[in-house]
């Protein structure tokens, strides 16, 4: 399994971006797919979640100005970033995992020992 993330950059608070999450060498009929980001000195945390039937969760931090979504490519995941403010910078991870190894009814776990395929990570920097 492979999982390649892009997107990531330098923005100064209130801009956007949209990271890319594009996955190989799997097939998951049911998954979940999960956005973390991890700040220096700090634990990942997650921001975002989908999965196979389209359900999206959403950390509180983040709701209302992320978007995470499934492309019309297979394995391909985005998550839209507005209004970016400098708490949100970090390095994004997505990761991916089959649904049945989830013992919730969502994708979000909250921890990101639930999942086994991750990608190498994109930055993030927001400026005030």
């Known amino acids: 399994v492979q999982l390649v993330e892009s997107g990531g950059g330098s923005v100064q608070a209130g801009g956007s971006l949209r990271l890319s999450c594009v996955g190989s060498?799997?097939?998951?009929?049911?998954?979940?797919m999960a956005w973390f980001r991890q700040a220096p000195g700090k634990e990942r945390e997650e921001v975002a979640t989908i999965d196979h039937h389209g359900t999206t969760t959403y950390a509180d931090s983040v709701k209302g100005r992320f978007t995470i979504s499934q492309g019309n490519a297979k394995n391909t995941y985005y998550l839209q970033m507005n209004n970016l403010k400098p708490e949100d910078t970090a390095t994004y991870y997505c990761a991916v995992e089959p649904k049945h190894t989830i013992d919730l009814s969502t994708c979000a776990t909250q921890d990101p020992t639930d999942f086994g395929d991750w990608g190498q990570g994109t930055q993030v920097t927001v400026s005030s």
């Open positions: 060498g799997y097939t998951y009929g049911s998954y979940c």
